[in-house]
């Protein structure tokens, strides 16, 4: 059975075979047939004094590296966590923790894992302020500059949103909010590898990294942060990460996390060289379908498109394609809440009979525009027959 | 160049070849040359609708499965986190947050991710009450007894010990918590994979787990949690694991969690097969060279010898056998804190100029009679050698 062809790699992405190399040694374990090309198995825990330990903190070290060449930071300034999740967190409590009760800002696009905890907050006396995004899903800059009139403690903003890709300035963000005198944090998960992102040039405090949307291993994720900010840890005990983040190293996660760094040079190149155009080919064939594409005004992340079709339920589409041989998104990924409609279309005042509609596409290194014009193939058959049964149903 | 042998298992182990098998498939890498026995690439985000979502939904609820029949609880109590210090501060401070502050007690021998989220939980009003343990590492009794005098709404003792092995009657310890009215958290890491570990019949409400002290992958460990049980999260997002702990799940590194649980059976019918023979053998070496071995009065792992000898550092024991191909640990491992004594032997209340010579070693499923020989000898050879510098330095 051939394998379907994968459109969702926002939600995720497979290992790419350099990293999977890369990280083999470090499991200890099916290392015959020179997949290993002849290393030798490193399987020990990084605390530990012996040979097995020192090779496993050198990786983890050189990981480190890795991970903070890829986005103009330094090695000490890269705090490892099992992944973005963890790491918003870390950045908003751990950040929290340390500052007195105030106001924390964040727009109303960001990913659950910034907007939750930052509502948990709530519980140990600070004030959530949500910045409000235009219909193309830009942050509003007059509510930007209101929000930080109530002199916030903490801002966060991200660096492009995981549905609709739409990009924000938050190098801008980030000086206005120094000027109020507030921390910023950025999630960057879905920036890093679709965009150059550098943490000095966006000038933020905190910035929030993930290893498996870039290729890399799922486990791995990292807190890049500016050594001024005062951190308190989520997770203590060893007293790994600087003490920051304990608990023994995923070592062969990170270093799969810095292999997967180590190659975005080359991908950035050719996502350069490239540009939109298979996103381009791909919703001029659903405008042609008659598709709304949600956020085109916007500076978007090259390789994402949500769209909708009118009248015909996103996740119904979604199932339908899966059948077809065809993985695409209905809504947010990662959340395993559900069939309600998208916040971020919400936020953007998207009626909710389209919003319901919503199909996330998200095209990844290994496709090609064959793959984008079957699957709008595919897609138009898919309409036609549900336009067909709803037809039928509507007699 | 020969591989080094590897004595430290307690501080973490190789990833079995057939649990290294069962995760393959999940990386969506290094698939060639048939190493996944036929099986198609599998890296989707257990959110997506997908296809590929549902085959990594599937994966990890059968690892669920399999983690929960390997120490007798249900599916639903399974709690997957990035490993035993997120699951050790899960349960401390996720308890807490639904609790009204009052006092916890912990002995004094747990790991610093038992004890540091414990002290972290003063900053938030909570008593902390530490249990002594006797000259053997064994819970003192009555002290445990004036401790639950004090009413602690919680209470954690671990099931074995990771430096000494020494293992405690944690059934009995829950009854008298539970009767006391508190909670009761046992932190199973070093226990499970070396002897029966059922979480029913220990009677505990929650119970910590590792994947890679069994031989499953770093990145992956489990709190088995009672329903009666409210827990706060520590990373909340996405709603994953019931909105106790949010992230995109590690899908290997479970699913390796759940075939190093699948093996354990065998794996224990081996232990109980071979008994303590092995470390008896190592034992016998030792002492006849003049060492103190460390909790030799309590019932222990059968895998675990923690020994001194006198007037040698450890440390400088555990450089010189690394030198000569023998990967032991001086102290607890799994911290980077270091050099100082063990916090667990000054609880023992042993000399110190005695506990700086602490030398563990901790067998696994590898290792050989002819390996424990080839350790004592080279022990030997170093022990002759520091002596006599010693004696050339003293005069």
Redesign the interface.
């Known amino acids: 059975?051939e394998?379907?062809i994968?459109l969702?790699h926002n939600?995720?992405?497979?290992?790419?075979?350099e990293?999977?190399?890369q990280m083999?040694p470090y499991?200890?374990?099916?290392m015959s047939?020179g997949?290993a090309g002849g290393r030798?198995?490193q399987?020990?825990?990084p605390?530990?004094?012996?040979?097995?330990?020192r090779a496993a903190r050198q990786a983890v070290e050189e990981a480190r590296e890795k991970v903070a060449a890829a986005v103009g930071a330094h090695p000490s300034q890269v705090v490892f966590t099992?992944?973005?999740?963890?790491a918003?967190?870390l950045a908003l409590k751990g950040a929290a923790a340390w500052l007195k009760p105030g106001t924390l800002a964040v727009s109303r696009i960001e990913?659950?894992?910034?907007t939750?905890?930052a509502?948990?907050l709530r519980r140990q006396g600070w004030k959530l302020r949500e910045i409000a995004v235009d219909a193309e899903c830009r942050l509003d800059l007059d509510d930007l500059e209101r929000t930080l009139a109530e002199s916030p403690a903490l801002v966060s903003v991200m660096l492009a949103n995981n549905e609709t890709g739409a990009l924000q300035d938050v190098a801008a963000v980030a000086d206005k909010a120094r000027r109020a005198g507030a921390l910023a944090h950025t999630d960057a998960v879905q920036a890093l590898g679709k965009m150059a992102v550098d943490f000095r040039a966006l000038g933020v405090d905190m910035m929030t990294l993930s290893a498996?949307k870039i290729y890399g291993?799922?486990?791995?994720g990292a807190l890049i942060v500016d050594k001024r900010v005062e951190l308190?840890?989520?997770?203590?005990?060893?007293?790994?990460e600087w003490g920051i983040r304990?608990?023994?190293?995923?070592?062969?996660?990170i270093v799969g996390f810095g292999a997967a760094c180590e190659l975005l040079p080359g991908r950035l190149a050719r996502v350069l060289q490239e540009g939109t155009g298979l996103r381009d080919r791909l919703e001029a064939g659903l405008k042609k379908m008659g598709a709304a594409i949600f956020a085109a005004g916007a500076e978007r992340l090259p390789n994402t498109s949500f769209f909708a079709l009118p009248s015909v339920e996103g996740?119904t589409l979604?199932?339908a394609?899966?059948r077809a041989g065809?993985?695409?998104?209905?809504g947010a990924?990662?959340?395993?809440?559900?069939s309600e409609i998208s916040p971020v279309l919400a936020a953007m005042g998207v009626e909710p009979s389209l919003a319901k509609g919503a199909v996330r596409v998200s095209l990844g290194q290994e496709n090609t525009a064959a793959q984008v014009d079957a699957f709008l193939a595919a897609l138009g058959g898919e309409l036609s027959r549900l336009r067909s049964m709803a037809a039928v149903m509507a007699v």
Do not use: I
């Open positions: 059975m394998e379907p994968y969702d939600a995720t992405t497979p290992v790419a075979d990293v999977w190399r083999l499991f200890g374990a099916g047939g997949a030798s198995r399987y020990g825990n605390s530990s004094r012996h040979g097995f330990g099992s992944g973005g999740t963890e918003n967190n990913h659950p894992c910034v939750r905890p509502k948990d498996h291993p799922k486990g791995a308190a840890p989520l997770l203590s005990g060893g007293g790994q304990s608990g023994t190293e995923n070592v062969p996660a996740e979604v199932m394609l899966d065809f993985a695409v998104a209905s990924a990662c959340s395993s809440a559900s």
